[in-house]
Structure formats: C-alpha cells, structure tokens
C-alpha cells in the first residue's frame, strides 16, 4: 500500500511561491505515475500535474509555465514548484500515486492579497 505524505505548504503573499514535497511509502516508486491535485474552498478537487515514472510531465493549462512537477526517486518523493501564486489558488494540494492510489492529508497553500 503507497501512502502519500505532503508537505511544504504555508502562508505566501500574492506573487510568491513554494516548494511542496510529497514522500511516498511503500515499494517500487520509481515504477509510479505520480500526480498533484488542488482543491479550493468550495470547490471540486483538480488535477494541476502529472509525472510519469519516465520523467513525462503535464500539466494544467491554469497552471502551466507557473508550476514545475518533478520527482527524486532515491527519495521516494514528488515535488511541485509554485510560483506566481494567486489568492484563488488557496487551498489544500494532495499528491497520488495515480490512477488509484490513497489520498493523503495534504498541505495548506494560503495566498494573501
């Protein structure tokens, strides 16, 4: 069983950026196709970007040329690079193993204005 662990989330201003990381136990990492998702206030959960075990990324076109999905394989663990942020990307940010891996706690992203 893969369970995810994120974390790095935290209070940014409007512009800013953070660096979130996700550790993920269990065996055969490297084999995983790994994913990041948001989810606003009051909003459905959405897929912000894809890692394929090869390196293959993708991402949301809200997101893309702001964010930057990526993955160290030694340490079991995803990372997502924000940058830009804006205060409607508040939310809590989740990684999977996907397509069906559990959910983890997630991180709290908060973008002040």
């Known amino acids: 069983q893969v369970q995810p662990v994120e974390s790095g989330g935290g209070l940014v201003p409007a512009g800013g950026s953070l660096r979130l990381s996700c550790t993920v136990s269990?065996?055969?990492?490297?084999?995983?196709?790994m994913a990041w998702h948001r989810q606003a206030p009051g909003r459905l959960r959405e897929l912000v970007a894809t890692?394929?075990?090869?390196?293959?990324?993708n991402y949301s076109p809200s997101v893309k040329g702001r964010f930057t999905i990526s993955r160290d394989n030694k340490k079991n663990t995803v990372y997502l690079e924000i940058n830009s942020l804006t205060p409607e990307e508040t939310g809590v940010y989740y990684c999977?193993?996907?397509?069906?891996?559990?959910w983890g706690k997630g991180t709290q992203v908060t973008v002040s204005s």
């Open positions: 269990g065996s055969n990492f490297k084999s995983r196709n």
């Open positions: 999977r193993v996907i397509p069906s891996g559990p």
């Open positions: 890692i394929t075990a090869h390196g293959s990324t």
